[in-house]
């Protein structure tokens, strides 16, 4: 097997458009540090497209779909396959190898999709040895696929035969999907889908900017001087929201960042207070506040949210690892985070997340099991454990740039890692997802004991139940029969959305009423 070499950019052109962004997705996931750019170039199905400037491409005819891909006679730069012919001979220094994948049953639009995205990982895994562990997958939500089986009242072990035969999913994340869809099927069979809601507010503040962080996140000394105007305008919002779910049921509240305890005691008060004098809070099964930033966290502040009702925060440290800290801008000590859970635990809280972020700069297996040994010690309720992200509107997409991604490592082991020390801390995997440029294409894993599972998180991925999102950057969604989904969000920029609070108002009423 030989791999492709390191290129700037991939180049791959397609005759047709409608399938560039699942193309991109995988080929992505195969070469995580080239660019991958996809091109629709018409050209008639009688003839076969012009590779001189591209490394692939797909060309639709009335039956198939044909998938183009060159390889340099000196194998080293390669998309094929191991096996050529005279017959394949493209031009000077290039062999051509050409793959189809039958359409002559005129399948519907998802499985063209699902059969072009095979064909690309056959030709992909063979050229490069590796095999994907979500397979095809390349969703944020892969548990929708067993979940929705298993509400069609499909067997365990034909779901799990689906999964690996249409997705070419690995056992292990097949059988992984399947064990939280059925744990997530048994928690959203108690709330309330059709007369009930969740409420995300978003507090845009944090003490300083994490080298990974692309969410809606300023520093607070920036801003400090007007978090009473931002208040001002979310509780405009609020008493929208609340006069016009009037008589629905709310199943939780989920308060976010940012870091939501950036907030002074008396600000923290003031919300938690508006909130309480709004909504009826009769039916509220979880009540989350990610206080986040161990140099955020304060015995004061603590009291404040345990006299208001809520019921799961999270002391998040990312990593134990101070040199880590210090180089990702968490602007905190190892020391502060054990200090701050303490305290946590001492306020009374009985439902404590923990996050932790695997790939780090510079990390290795040794530095995660010396992490999850440390949280073992605090002993969470919970974890929650991120694979890194590089998403372009963060720091770290240039610090790769100066640095190289080698930096960047997670392992099928450091993944293990974590899972087996959840297992052992008597935490379960409760929910899961995806996104883009994931480090070691893995996923996102919460972990819980039992009855502390983070409802709020299930309910974001599985897409069962209206979300109304108030604050800066945040995103509402309204679910309507069939299945339809429909979003509007509100402007990130802090000024922006003080500014413009009625327009932000005006959104919301048009997505959550009309």
């Known amino acids: 097997m030989t791999e492709m070499k390191r290129k700037d950019t991939i180049e791959i052109t397609v005759n047709e458009a409608g399938f560039e962004y699942d193309i991109h997705s995988l080929v992505k996931a195969f070469y995580p540090a080239g660019n991958v750019k996809v091109s629709v170039v018409p050209c008639g199905p009688e003839k076969e497209p012009d590779l001189s400037g591209a490394d692939m491409a797909f060309q639709f005819t009335k039956g198939a779909v044909l998938l183009f891909l060159k390889k340099e006679e000196s194998k080293t730069a390669s998309f094929a396959a191991e096996k050529f012919s005279e017959d394949n001979l493209f031009e000077e220094n290039y062999f051509v190898e050409k793959?189809?994948?039958?359409l002559s049953d005129e399948p519907p639009r998802p499985e063209v999709?699902?059969?072009?995205?095979?064909l690309i990982y056959e030709a992909l895994s063979r050229d490069t040895g590796r095999q994907l562990p979500w397979g095809t997958l390349t969703?944020?939500?892969?548990?929708?696929i067993p979940m929705t089986l298993l509400e069609e009242g499909k067997a365990e072990p034909e779901i799990i035969a689906c999964m690996k035969k249409n997705y070419?999913?690995?056992d292990e994340k097949a059988d992984l999907a399947l064990k939280i869809a059925r744990r997530e099927k048994a928690l959203l069979e108690t709330l309330h889908y059709e007369n009930g809601y969740s409420l995300y507010i978003g507090i845009p503040f944090c003490p300083t900017t994490c080298l990974y962080c692309s969410f809606t996140s300023y520093p607070l000394v920036s801003w400090k001087k007007r978090v009473g105007e931002y208040l001002d305008a979310l509780e405009k919002e609020i008493d929208y929201a609340a006069k016009s779910h009037r008589g629905k049921i709310l199943d939780t509240i989920y308060i976010g960042g940012g870091t939501p305890t950036t907030l002074e005691p008396f600000q923290m008060q003031r919300l938690l207070e508006k909130i309480k004098g709004s909504f009826d809070l009769s039916h509220l099964k979880e009540f989350t506040v990610e206080a986040g930033r161990a140099d955020s966290i304060t015995p004061e502040k603590l009291e404040v949210l345990k006299r208001n009702g809520v019921t799961r925060i999270s002391v998040n440290p990312q990593t134990m690892k101070q040199e880590t800290l210090d180089l990702i801008g968490r602007r905190h000590t190892v020391e502060q985070v054990k200090e701050a859970f303490a305290m946590a635990?001492?306020?009374?809280?009985?439902?404590?997340?923990m996050d932790i972020i695997l790939g780090l700069p510079g990390e290795n297996a040794g530095d995660?099991?010396?992490?999850?040994e440390e949280i073992r010690k605090l002993n969470p309720d919970s974890l929650t454990v991120h694979s890194l992200a590089i998403k372009r509107a963060s720091k770290l997409s240039q610090w790769i740039a100066e640095n190289g991604i080698s930096a960047l490592n997670n392992t099928e082991e450091t993944m293990e890692i974590t899972a087996k020390g959840a297992a052992g801390m008597g935490m379960e995997p409760y929910y899961l997802y995806r996104q883009k440029n994931m480090s070691g294409n893995f996923e996102n894993v919460g972990y819980a004991r039992e009855g502390k599972f983070g409802i709020y998180n299930i309910l974001i991925m599985e897409e069962k139940q209206n979300i109304v999102a108030l604050g800066a950057g945040s995103i509402s969604k309204r679910l309507f029969p069939g299945g339809r989904i429909e979003r509007c969000e509100n402007v990130k920029e802090v000024a922006q959305y003080i500014e413009r609070i009625d327009e932000m108002i005006e959104r919301k009423r048009k997505l959550l009423e009309d």
């Open 113 to 118: 999709k699902n059969r072009i995205k095979r």
């Open 99 to 102: 793959l189809s994948a039958d």
């Open 168 to 170: 070419l999913i690995s």
């Open 345 to 353: 635990r001492s306020a009374g809280f009985s439902n404590i997340n």
């Open 368 to 372: 995660v099991r010396h992490t999850i």
């Open 139 to 144: 969703g944020i939500r892969p548990v929708k």
